[in-house]
């Protein structure tokens, strides 16, 4: 997880360090701007801790509050990782969010085992342990996420669905309220950025949630996304304000941007991508209540796009945590530019 990229991309932008901090520029317009982490790197590659401590007021882990490493032996937690990351942001002024707690792609093995009563048990006192254990320390939690199937059909068909049925989403959503009165519950998914029938699928299922008094409050849309593509602004805008009428936040939740199939030059791709950095998180700030937008990561040095999608330079740094025009589409959404 925490190799370099392959892909390297010289560009000749400013140091993370010499530019004007993303989080002054997003608490000015009242957001919470992130971005997923690894602990190793926090503790072991200064510029790294550096580019996050100055440029954003809210931090995700990328891998290290999931069920898989926290609950890796069964019977026995595990927070090294998630203690170290939530430890980085106090120090630092940065609210948490917590990802995720039910994700059938970060499930221990051992949990496709257990018969039914018992995976109940297993998940209920995971829930509350994990939401317990960081309540007043974690501001938000992914409490289910990617629930529902690739093409819109329903839920999908994962071990929690098999196990526990499909009330799974809203029992997960009451434990952890009742384990943190005061966290933001979120859903969190992929797909449903713009228009289009899984993105309505996601809206019906909390819809439905909110229907039923279920305790969930937003709902994060991931938008790993190429530039130039899905979802267009006027769809996301649209998207984001039904959710919004459901009395529900929202936030963007793990974007990066690819550019590898972008015709043309690696400046004219850079350029596509600044563009479409601005116009999703132009899209956000223009709604009040999409109250924070998270990358899924920060410098092109370590991302999963490379190892998921292939070679790309998909974030707002390069790997040499120079800023690339991509980060400045960012700043101007944030400054209303
Ligand atoms: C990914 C991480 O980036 C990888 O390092 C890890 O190996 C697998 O998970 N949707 C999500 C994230 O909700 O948790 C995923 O993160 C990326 C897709």
Redesign the pocket.
């Known amino acids: 997880?925490a190799q370099p990229s392959p892909s390297s991309t010289p560009t000749a932008g400013p140091p993370a360090s010499e530019l004007d901090p993303l989080r002054d520029a997003a608490a000015n317009a009242g957001r919470w701007v992130g971005a997923?982490v690894?602990s190793g790197l926090l503790a072991g590659e200064p510029e790294y801790a550096d580019t996050v401590a100055r440029h954003f007021n809210y931090v995700t882990a990328?891998?290290e509050m999931?069920m898989d490493p926290i609950a890796r032996v069964q019977g026995q937690y595990d927070f090294a990782g998630a203690d170290a990351i939530v430890a980085f942001a106090e120090a630092h002024g940065m609210k948490v969010k917590g990802?995720?707690l039910l994700?059938h792609?970060?499930t221990p093995a051992w949990v496709g085992d257990l018969a039914p009563a018992e995976a109940r048990r297993v998940a209920e006192a995971y829930i509350r342990t994990v939401v317990s254990r960081y309540r007043g320390r974690v501001a938000a939690w992914?409490v289910v996420?990617?629930a529902v199937a690739e093409d819109g059909s329903g839920l999908r068909d994962t071990v929690f669905l098999r196990k526990l049925g499909p009330d799974y989403v809203a029992e997960a959503f009451r434990l952890a309220r009742g384990a943190d009165p005061q966290a933001l519950l979120i859903y969190?998914d992929?797909g449903g950025e713009g228009s289009g029938v899984k993105s309505d699928r996601i809206y019906e299922l909390v819809r439905d949630l909110r229907a039923r008094r279920v305790p969930i409050d937003g709902v994060g849309l991931?938008m790993?996304i190429e530039a130039g593509g899905y979802p267009q602004p006027d769809e996301m805008a649209a998207n984001v304000r039904r959710l919004v009428e459901l009395g529900l936040v929202v936030n963007v939740?793990?974007m990066d941007v690819r550019i590898r199939n972008v015709p043309g030059t690696q400046s004219a791709r850079l350029d596509a991508q600044r563009r479409t950095y601005r116009d999703v998180v132009a899209a956000c700030i223009a709604q009040p209540r999409c109250h924070a937008v998270t990358f899924?990561?920060f410098t092109d040095r370590y991302?999963?796009v490379d190892?998921?999608f292939g070679p790309d330079d998909p974030l707002l740094f390069d790997e040499a945590y120079r800023a690339k025009p991509a980060f400045f589409g960012v700043q101007d959404a944030l400054l209303g530019r």
């Open positions: 997880m997923a690894q990328e891998w999931k990802h995720a994700w792609g970060a992914d996420n990617e969190n992929y991931q790993h939740s793990e899924w990561g991302s999963w190892g998921f």
